[in-house]
């Protein structure tokens, strides 16, 4: 079983920066594939980036490219999404999920969830 905490969510101007979080418990990330995810209010939820247990395997939604990376950090137990030159589209509920070994970007590929964080984006 894997538990999953996100962090680092906060109210940001619009170009603004912020480094979110996402810290596994129970056991590491090793042999897990980690996605973020977003959810806008009365919107679906919708993938950000996922990344592959060996650093390989890294996508990003057109929507992110060039604004926000996905990365590993050295404990092997947490994942990172910077975002940089934040929009208020970006508003949103943001997710991570992990899953086995194997790229999707299907949300219902992913078996463990953590309980989000807000991000909120003024103009």
């Known amino acids: 079983q894997v538990q999953l905490v996100e962090s680092g969510g906060k109210n940001v101007q619009a170009g603004g920066s912020l480094r979110l979080s996402c810290t596994a418990s129970?056991?590491?990330?090793?042999?897990?594939?980690v996605g973020w995810f977003r959810q806008g209010l009365g919107k679906e939820r919708d993938i950000v980036a996922t990344?592959?247990?060996?650093?390989?395997?890294?996508w990003y939604a057109d929507s992110v490219k060039g604004r926000f990376t996905i990365s590993r950090g050295s404990a092997e137990n947490t994942v990172y999404l910077q975002m940089n030159s934040l929009r208020p589209e970006d508003t949103a509920l943001y997710y991570c999920?992990?899953?086995?070994?194997?790229?999707?970007?299907?949300?219902?590929?992913?078996?463990?969830w953590g309980q989000g964080t807000q991000v909120t984006v003024s103009s």
């Open positions: 990344i592959g247990w060996n650093y390989g395997g890294i």
């Open positions: 999920a992990a899953k086995d070994i194997g790229f999707s970007t299907d949300s219902r590929q992913y078996t463990y």
């Open positions: 129970g056991r590491t990330f090793s042999n897990y594939r």
